[in-house]
């Protein structure tokens, strides 16, 4: 039996990639995977793998993979489910890596998961390594892969960025990075890997923990496949670089529902939660929690601490926004005697000194720059900013003196500005400027908590 | 002593509106006050009060309220907190309903507090009904009032609708109003009570309760001002509509912050929250919670109980919408083995007939109608419908088909549908059909959970 391949770099860093069932016709998976690599740049040879067709879109098509002079480092397997072992066994050793894309395995029943135990038979006997089936594979912005087979027209592709995403689910990855392109904030490696008859969670994580491209990793899990050596890799990644997570299929309904999605037994949510403890890994909940992680961890390494100051114009906001953060593990501490006397000495007596620091009404662009510059002074490790645009005498003006103070530090400071029109382009604004907007007190809180778990080492 | 007037309705449908303080000064909040009552169209005589000024903006302005003739339903109060008493004192029994919009009371300090106390005394003495101080007032789509003195190009009005919102916070008001006008939510009436010197959220509920225009009623509370008649109010509320609240400065941080801000002593949440259960009101959570159950009420009734059905084309989105609902406390049932048959005899095997019914990347409208009319037969309450338009055979048409499903019944169908730039634009052209749009699992589940738990009486 040959040596499994433990080092996955290939699927990385290809320099060929070869597709199996490659299609002229557009509506089929693997023409969007031929489009999506012209499109992202993949920078290798690519080749298409199909006797009917002796070309497609200009590029020289191949009756099969033997006929590919020398060895491929890829290949994405777009064929129906049941063709697809004899698929691997054409490929003998000349492929490294295999993207099977398609579904209909384990996840559709008894048949499917009969096919499914043949590819992991195949796998492990030839040494061959495999992401997927029913997955939607890589999409890389370092080596310029993708294999995603969605049109990139209803699913955006974001930019280059230091995020890495691992998700079980395609869709979960698939919306996240569409949002996120929408956002402008970018990614470095996703994999959906899918009903992981091979590759998952673990292999992943070891290649990301040296990876200096990925500054963070976000996965999305319903299962893990083996709980020790995900302890292992991930505690090994925690040491180098945050490591956030969402568990789903907690409860009856979703562990029932994981269980049809990915043929995946989820087991029990409490020892996942203690997994994730044991390795350091900051647990966050559902969509809105792997999300709001992006965003925070898009703009700022982690705070060094949990003290959060909250400055505010409009006090049921920033009371909303201190129960929030407290909900969120983060600790609302109050200021000290000299602090109050230097923000006191500087505004108006009206103006409330406890934290939050509430402004009211009143407020003017001054009044946000000295409540942020004293209040930092104070030992907190993250700020978070409310502004809410009715009082009259704020101008857009604050946006460029506020971004001032908050690149003169470096703490993370988050604004959280809920609101209708005019709001909204002011927001804009500020996230132009690289400091990153939530719209609410919850996404606000929970952005701020995410980087005080993730706790600067140094 | 004159007998308190109980009944408010004159705050609500005011015949007469004197603004005290009023200024031509464009940066006051009296000139935004006269601006904002000429905008809404108040159909009724407006008294500029100042014995500055002959006239404002077209309008005679007096000197002082007894140069008024006959009676004032409303004043608005709108000038440094040191002259407001003396103000009421001017007034005689004129004026049946006072706004005091002026801070800088009892959230200042003592010196505020003895102002607040005077004013307290003055109003039991005469009889005379007061809101405020340190408040916005009000904002009515049925009177036509609006005192809330926020430039309009800032904080947006929304239009005519059914929910009315009682707020203890007048930022918090304002900026979901702001949020709802954006979206095209529209309100019946709004009150900003602030400090609360006499009218609260119980002369309010009892006002709301009859009110027809008021369909539903959202609240935001800091504090109760009596226990024992909030109960009562809300319990009288609850038998005719719901009742949605949001409790802030429920941790130390919050409680610590609500006092500087509305000098509100909070007291401890578990009382609140036996008193909410009590009333049948439906507790949410933050912001979040009372936006989202605004988007939700602005649509649909409450649902006839809490079992929901979930359809999707993306199995991850699925399971973390199931886990979800399951923590908003909704049933996520299993099929019937009848509808089970009915859905394989007409769909795909490699669907999953479970709940979420997921109908996988391969999805046409065509059983997006399908699995929603037959799933919603099988005795569920309410559904979720996540489109995720990735499926390249789904076509825009999908969203008028669904519509056509939607209204055919009187089930509350939500979609819920993360996403960048396509899916936010299919996610309006749902909206403009009526039909309310989530962008998270979380916030979908959360508004299910809460037209679940306002369970239909008949």
Same mark, same amino acid.
């Given at each position: 039996?040959?040596?499994?391949?433990?080092?996955?770099?290939?699927?990385?860093?290809?320099?060929?990639?070869?597709?199996?069932?490659?299609?002229?016709?557009?509506?089929?998976?693997?023409?969007?995977?031929?489009?999506?690599?012209?499109?992202?740049?993949?920078?290798?040879?690519?080749?298409?793998?199909?006797?009917?067709?002796?070309?497609?879109?200009?590029?020289?098509?191949?009756?099969?993979?033997?006929?590919?002079?020398?060895?491929?480092?890829?290949?994405?397997?777009?064929?129906?489910?049941?063709?697809?072992?004899?698929?691997?066994?054409?490929?003998?050793?000349?492929?490294?890596?295999?993207?099977?894309?398609?579904?209909?395995?384990?996840?559709?029943?008894?048949?499917?998961?009969?096919?499914?135990?043949?590819?992991?038979?195949?796998?492990?006997?030839?040494?061959?390594?495999?992401?997927?089936?029913?997955?939607?594979?890589?999409?890389?912005?370092?080596?310029?892969?993708?294999?995603?087979?969605? %049109?990139?027209?209803?699913?955006?592709?974001?930019?280059?960025?230091?995020?890495?995403?691992?998700?079980?689910?395609?869709?979960?990855?698939?919306?996240?990075?569409?949002?996120?392109?929408?956002?402008?904030?970018?990614?470095?490696?996703?994999?959906?890997?899918?009903?992981?008859?091979?590759?998952?969670?673990?292999?992943?994580?070891?290649?990301?923990?040296?990876?200096?491209?990925?500054?963070?990793?976000?996965?999305?899990?319903?299962?893990?496949?083996?709980?020790?050596?995900?302890?292992?890799?991930?505690?090994?990644?925690?040491?180098?670089?945050?490591?956030?997570?969402?568990?789903?299929?907690?409860?009856?309904?979703?562990?029932?529902?994981?269980?049809?999605?990915?043929?995946?037994?989820?087991?029990? +949510?409490?020892?996942?939660?203690?997994?994730?403890?044991?390795?350091?890994?900051?647990?966050?909940?559902?969509?809105?929690?792997?999300?709001?992680?992006?965003?925070?961890?898009?703009? +700022?390494? %982690?705070?060094?601490?949990?003290?959060?100051?909250?400055?505010?114009?409009?006090?049921?906001?920033?009371?909303?926004?201190?129960?929030?953060?407290?909900?969120?593990?983060?600790?609302?501490?109050?200021?000290?005697?000299?602090?109050?006397?230097?923000?006191?000495?500087?505004?108006?007596?009206?103006?409330?000194?406890?934290?939050?620091?509430?402004?009211?009404?009143?407020?003017?662009?001054?009044?946000?720059?000295?409540?942020?510059?004293?209040?930092?002074?104070?030992?907190?490790?993250?700020?978070?900013?409310?502004?809410?645009?009715?009082?009259?005498?704020?101008?857009?003006?604050?946006?460029?003196?506020?971004?001032?103070?908050?690149?003169?530090?470096?703490?993370?400071?988050?604004?959280?500005?809920?609101?209708?029109?005019?709001?909204?382009?002011?927001?804009?604004?500020?996230?132009?400027?690289?400091?990153?907007?939530?719209?609410? %007190?919850?996404?606000?809180?929970?952005?701020?908590?995410?980087?005080?778990?993730?706790?600067?080492?140094?």
């Amino acid at each position: 039996m040959p040596q499994k391949n433990q080092d996955i770099n290939f699927f990385f860093n290809p320099k060929t990639i070869a597709v199996i069932g490659a299609s002229p016709n557009q509506g089929k998976p693997s023409y969007v995977i031929l489009e999506s690599l012209k499109k992202i740049g993949f920078p290798g040879n690519i080749y298409p793998v199909n006797p009917k067709y002796p070309s497609i879109n200009g590029l020289r098509c191949y009756g099969s993979i033997a006929e590919i002079e020398g060895n491929i480092d890829l290949a994405v397997i777009a064929i129906p489910a049941p063709l697809v072992l004899d698929s691997l066994r054409d490929m003998g050793n000349k492929v490294k890596g295999v993207i099977i894309v398609s579904a209909g395995f384990k996840e559709v029943g008894e048949e499917g998961k009969r096919l499914e135990e043949g590819i992991k038979e195949l796998a492990q006997r030839e040494g061959i390594r495999i992401i997927g089936p029913n997955c939607l594979g890589i999409y890389d912005t370092i080596s310029r892969v993708d294999t995603f087979f969605i %049109p990139a027209d209803r699913i955006g592709r974001p930019g280059r960025g230091g995020i890495s995403i691992l998700s079980q689910s395609g869709s979960f990855a698939a919306t996240i990075m569409d949002e996120m392109a929408a956002e402008g904030i970018g990614v470095a490696r996703v994999v959906s890997f899918g009903n992981r008859v091979d590759v998952g969670e673990s292999d992943c994580l070891d290649f990301l923990a040296d990876d200096e491209e990925t500054k963070v990793i976000a996965l999305y899990l319903e299962s893990v496949d083996d709980g020790r050596r995900f302890v292992e890799a991930a505690s090994r990644c925690v040491k180098k670089k945050p490591v956030v997570a969402v568990k789903v299929g907690k409860r009856e309904a979703g562990v029932y529902a994981a269980r049809s999605h990915t043929g995946a037994m989820t087991g029990r +949510y409490e020892i996942y939660r203690a997994a994730f403890r044991k390795a350091g890994i900051i647990e966050v909940e559902g969509y809105e929690g792997l999300k709001d992680a992006c965003r925070a961890f898009n703009i +700022y390494r %982690p705070a060094r601490g949990k003290r959060v100051l909250i400055v505010t114009d409009g006090g049921g906001i920033g009371v909303s926004l201190a129960d929030a953060c407290e909900d969120f593990g983060l600790e609302v501490a109050g200021l000290k005697e000299e602090t109050k006397k230097r923000l006191s000495s500087k505004l108006p007596s009206f103006c409330a000194f406890g934290n939050p620091i509430d402004l009211t009404g009143s407020v003017t662009d001054e009044w946000y720059v000295t409540a942020l510059t004293e209040g930092l002074k104070d030992g907190f490790d993250i700020a978070i900013v409310t502004v809410l645009w009715g009082p009259p005498q704020l101008t857009d003006g604050l946006i460029d003196r506020l971004a001032g103070v908050i690149k003169g530090q470096d703490k993370p400071v988050i604004i959280c500005t809920p609101g209708g029109g005019f709001t909204k382009r002011m927001n804009r604004a500020f996230e132009e400027k690289g400091i990153p907007v939530f719209a609410t %007190p919850e996404s606000a809180a929970r952005a701020a908590g995410i980087l005080a778990k993730a706790r600067r080492k140094a």
